[in-house]
């Protein structure tokens, strides 16, 4: 007897009060029928123990099949806790296949000296730690400075992330013994600008705010490349949102409430060269 997505229901809604949420796409623009349906089931529940408060949940497939180990897509399990004026939370996803290893996240967070560490690690099998990252906050004159330096151990890579915040701008600065890299954003009006640069490549989008309904924001980089993008809102958490990329793609995205369809084409020249749909609703039960 094949398991169904009623089937998996049941299952979680025995396990805890929380709210399962039913996710159906079409697959690869495939409308062949029930096959070209990828139905998601997603659950997450909460509890505590002590002074220690714990979240989980679990990601499946709810397509009919005999196999049922087949359906996780992720597991995962989160334990939050305080220690000597430290937020403490750790959190392990479960590698789903084969189940023999499980990414690692620990935080700890330090409100009243304003720091915060990251640690990200890999267990079972080749256990490792991935990276390891500090940041360290400050407020001057109303603005917003932090400095987190990073190490990541898999790509062996070293780099400082300064950013600094004053209401109307944002700059953040990427600097490490290779590379560097600014990203400044400013506001002004109905008119968003946002500048990328390194040493290799720069790029600049302009979002401009043209009425309440309608906004476009069109973007270059240092390789004459072009995209431009056009969003209509129709009111009701509903919008409309299409970027052209000359010579490479159009791609529509369609919001309307619980629904969302996205249309990717590919470009060859002025030819467009196919399609690719998916639509999405999530359901919460």
């Known amino acids: 007897m094949k398991f169904t997505a009623i089937a998996l229901l049941s299952i979680f809604g025995a396990a805890s009060a929380g709210t399962p949420q039913l996710s159906i796409s079409v697959r690869d623009g495939n409308f062949d029928g029930i096959d070209g349906l990828d139905p998601t089931l997603k659950w ?19 397509r009919p099949t005999k196999d049922v180990a087949s359906l996780p897509r992720s597991i995962w399990g989160k334990a939050s806790t305080n220690v000597s004026g430290w937020g403490v939370s750790a959190r392990a996803d479960i590698d789903c296949d084969g189940y023999n290893s499980a990414d690692i996240e ?36 109303g603005a917003r400075l932090t400095v987190t330096p990073r ?7 070293r780099d400082v992330v300064v950013t600094y915040n004053n209401g109307d701008t944002d700059v953040k600065l990427t600097a490490s013994a290779d590379n560097q890299e600014v990203e400044i954003s400013h506001s002004t009006g109905d008119t968003d600008i946002k500048l990328t640069a390194s040493v290799d490549s720069q790029e600049l989008t302009i979002s401009q705010k043209i009425n309440d309904t309608n906004r ?8 004459g490349e072009f995209s431009v993008e056009y969003e209509r809102t129709l009111g009701d958490d509903s919008s409309v949102t299409a970027t052209l990329k000359p010579n490479e793609s159009i ?14 084409m590919p470009l060859d020249g002025t030819e467009i060269t196919g399609a690719n749909v998916g639509i999405k609703r999530d359901v919460s039960f």
């Not at 997450?44 to 989980?56: F, I, P, R, W």
């Not at 369609?254 to 369809?261: E, H, I, N, P, R």
């Open 44 to 62: 997450e529940a909460s509890s505590s123990t002590g002074d220690v408060d714990l979240t989980y949940g679990v990601e499946a497939a709810a």
């Open 106 to 141: 620990v935080n700890a967070d330090n409100e009243e000296n304003d720091m915060s560490v990251k640690l990200v690690a890999n267990v079972g099998g080749e256990s490792s730690v991935k990276s390891v990252e500090a940041t360290k906050g400050m407020d001057i004159d």
């Open 151 to 157: 190490l990541d151990l898999e790509e062996d890579n």
């Open 216 to 223: 476009v924001a069109p973007t270059i980089n240092n390789s």
């Open 251 to 264: 791609d529509v995205e369609w919001k309307d409430d619980a629904w969302t369809a996205n249309v990717n």
